[in-house]
């Protein structure tokens, strides 16, 4: 086990600075500052609003030749043409022909013909194909009316989609107006999903859950906004406080509301357990962001 030069903390085999004082950690093999390999694991791209904005926002660099588009889409002619000929020949009139056709034009549609552009980013390439996957499946499933399952994955393509381009269109900064659009889409979502099914529930237990779950979100993101703000000695260990006692405050209000839909009662069961530890955890980090000596110590004993 390691130990820093300058105040003598124990330091973990993996680590280039003090987490205490900032000193870099010295290798003495080479008396150099000591270089970490970066262990190889998967990390999947876009995993915060931020990432996937900038992502979107991007022009497409990867992009199929004409010759390779206009090779797949001669083909791809020539097997839908074939299909309606077979079809229209052995039963008068289009019957299986139209499943095929349309999978068909849906692929070509939604993997080639925006690659046909010179110009282009990758956010009109998300919005190509939540549109053409909307209409496929609405044609699939309309083909002999009425559209009976096709509305499911419509409307959970449509709030996909929003959550994944609402960061691209409001900005990355606006955290506020995000809360916002999400909660509302989840809102129309499951007032979707209870209209679909002839349901009862939207009212009594789906609304009141998002309802609570967005307003402590956008409690969340005052207080903490505020207590970052002006960067004082301890904010970060004083934010993580709010979020317990928000969640402790989630936790709550669930019980309440399914308590209620359940045994038209308003009852507070498990929720005390939860609130009750997550409250205890809020004041360990109160007194931590308070207390300088408390912060260096737990700095030093666990490297936070």
């Known amino acids: 086990m390691a130990y ?3 105040c003598g903390v124990e330091l973990d085999e993996k680590i280039e600075v003090c987490p205490l004082c900032g000193t870099p950690v010295i ?6 500052p000591k270089q970490i390999e970066e262990e190889s694991h998967f990390t999947l791209p876009g995993n915060s609003a931020r990432e996937m904005s900038e992502i979107l926002t ?3 660099t990867h992009r199929i030749s004409h010759k390779t588009a206009a090779f797949f889409s001669i083909s791809m002619l020539i097997s839908v043409i074939t299909v309606l000929l077979i079809d229209i020949l052995t039963n008068n009139a289009i019957t299986w022909s139209f499943y095929p056709i349309v999978s068909v034009l849906y692929v ?3 993997l080639f013909f925006p690659f046909l ?11 190509n194909f939540t549109v053409v996957s909307v209409i496929f499946l609405l044609l699939i499933d309309g083909f002999i009316p009425p559209v009976s399952w096709a509305w499911f994955p419509v409307i959970s393509l449509i709030l996909l989609f929003v959550i994944i381009t609402t960061p691209t269109y409001i900005g990355k900064r606006y955290v506020f107006p995000l809360i916002i659009v999400y909660t509302t889409a989840t809102v129309l979502f499951l007032w979707s999903l209870e209209y679909l099914t002839g349901g009862n529930w939207f009212l009594t237990l789906a ?5 609570l779950t967005g307003g402590l979100a956008l409690l969340g993101n005052g207080i903490n906004t505020r207590l970052l703000k002006g960067n004082r000695p301890g904010c970060k260990y004083t934010s993580a406080a709010s979020i317990f006692v928000i969640f402790s405050g989630l936790a709550v209000g669930v019980d309440i509301i399914c308590t209620l839909y359940i045994t038209d009662q308003a009852l507070i069961n498990w929720s005390l357990y939860v609130s009750g530890v997550s409250l205890l955890v809020a004041v360990f980090l109160y007194i931590a962001g308070s207390n300088k000596q408390f912060r260096n110590f737990l700095k030093k004993k666990f490297q936070v």
């Open 27 to 32: 290798d003495p093999e080479t008396l150099k």
């Open 108 to 110: 070509w549609l939604s």
């Open 117 to 127: 552009f010179k110009t282009g980013k990758r956010l009109g390439f998300l919005v």
């Open 4 to 6: 820093c030069v300058k």
């Open 207 to 211: 609304l009141p859950l998002t309802l």
């Open 58 to 60: 991007q022009p497409i």
